[in-house]
């Protein structure tokens, strides 16, 4: 049997044997991502740009090297937990002396190292009850927002909410309004999955995703683009399709799956005009902040433009100029029930495809057999939420919500998604019945 990079003794735990054995297109990545930590010598950059995504490098302006020689120091390490979720793994290490650190391996669409940050590992308590839950959401200086619910023979069980019907940012989460509108188009006739988005500058936005490093020009599939966006929350990829549906059709959408106050997703943000007016330099935010419906889409036309902004440039918050998609819990819950609905009328079955390409977090497939997930973030917003249906096929919806005017009471959403596995895992989902609210 061959060794596994981080084993320390002979007698190798359970997460390394998993990660040892497992064949999947994660697998070898993290396995790398290990080696790197743990092998006598380190690679030079050179030798490691084969394995990462083109401009990796150039994000460690001291060089990636040096930061790898700070976390080497840091072990030797053992591997304690391995989870791999699609193209993202989380790595559980513990040092010697029993300090746990957590790193995070997310890869492209073509296997390649888009990320990868090692960090000391969070707390995150038990959750054995709904207070439990509560308990754990209340940070100073952050909003959260929580909603659980079962759906039965038509009935609508909530079984624990706070705050669900609070409008809070949910970053991403405005590309399930879009997979609506997507729909729509392709059911009406006016789209089909086999036909094509093409990339231009005034569409490329940046990360999450790959797309926007995509050549101009480049015709992509609308059912990979619509993929990416779902699975790999691409950014770039929803900018391309909400052009292709046009911005009313999302608005529409909006309205049609029952947002309590649809002005708030007008007019219909892309995630490139976001950026640019949140972090561009054309001191637009206010102008945005102020101005009604007419004066926003005005604006929107003065930044019809390739983006100018760069990742770096994002730091300060700003969805409370109102630059972000405002969704309450319930918001949320009502867009997910028409989505998996939209599946069930789908004989294709591509609908259902998109929506369980990536669940965001290892699901237990003898209780469920379906996991629709949709996570967002943006600078001082977290979002994650769940619906899951059992074989039964009842669907259980989770969804939790953060938000604070500053991004380190936030984090990375460890934390939260998290929580939202130890929801899943604990039973609750599954527990008494509330009466309806």
Not at 6 to 24: H, I, K, N, P, Y
Not at 44 to 50: G, I, L, N, V
Not at 103 to 111: A, E, F
Not at 257 to 270: A, E, K, N, V, Y
Request: net charge negative; with cysteine; hydrophobic share 40%.
């Amino acid at each position: 049997m061959t060794d596994v990079p981080g084993t320390t003794t002979s007698v190798r735990t359970a997460a390394e044997e998993e990660l040892a054995e497992d064949s999947s297109p994660l697998a070898g990545p993290c396995r790398w991502a290990m080696e790197l930590l743990t092998a006598p010598d380190l690679p030079s950059e050179e030798e490691m740009a084969p394995s990462l995504v083109p401009g990796f490098l150039d994000k460690y302006p001291r060089g990636f090297t040096a930061t790898l020689e700070e976390w080497r120091k840091l072990g030797p390490f053992t591997v304690t937990t391995y989870q791999p979720v699609a193209h993202k793994g989380w790595l559980v290490l513990t040092d010697p002396s029993g300090r746990d650190f957590s790193l995070t391996v997310i890869i492209d669409s073509t296997g390649l190292v888009r990320i990868l940050h090692l960090q000391p590992d969070i707390f995150v308590p038990e959750i054995r009850e709904w207070a439990d839950l509560d308990e754990a959401l209340r940070i100073e200086g952050v909003t959260s927002s929580v909603l659980a619910v079962r759906l039965e023979e038509g009935r609508h069980i909530v079984l624990h909410e706070k705050d669900a019907h609070r409008a809070l940012p949910t970053g991403s989460a405005y590309k399930l309004y879009l997979m609506r509108a997507l729909i729509h188009a392709v059911d009406n006739g006016e789209l089909d999955w086999d036909d094509e988005v093409v990339t231009r500058p005034d569409l490329r936005s940046l990360p999450t995703g790959d797309m926007q490093e995509l050549p101009d020009g480049t015709r992509v599939p609308v059912r990979e683009t619509a993929h990416k966006m779902i699975a790999m929350s691409d950014n770039t990829a929803a900018d391309l399709l909400a052009d292709k549906v046009g911005r009313e059709a999302v608005e529409r959408a909006v309205v049609a799956s029952g947002h309590h106050d649809p002005s708030l997703l007008r007019p219909f943000l892309s995630s490139r005009e976001v950026f640019e007016i949140g972090w561009g330099a054309h001191g637009l935010r206010r102008a945005w902040a102020e101005g009604d419906e007419a004066a926003r889409r005005e604006l929107l036309h003065r930044v019809a433009k390739p983006l100018t902004v760069r990742g770096s440039d994002l730091g300060e918050t700003v969805h409370q100029l109102g630059l972000d998609w405002h969704m309450s819990a319930y918001d949320v819950f009502r867009v997910l029930e028409a989505l998996v609905q939209d599946g069930a009328r789908d004989a294709s079955g591509t609908v259902d495809a998109i929506l369980t390409a990536y669940p965001g977090i290892l699901v237990d497939r003898e209780k469920w057999s379906k996991a629709v997930f949709k996570g967002g973030s943006c600078p001082g917003v977290m979002m994650f939420c769940w619906l899951l249906e059992d074989h039964q096929g009842t669907p259980h919806v989770l969804v939790l919500q953060q938000a604070a005017d500053e991004q380190k009471l936030i984090g990375d959403g460890q934390l939260l998604r998290r929580l939202g596995a130890k929801v899943i895992e604990s039973g609750l989902l599954e527990g008494e019945k509330e009466p309806a609210r």
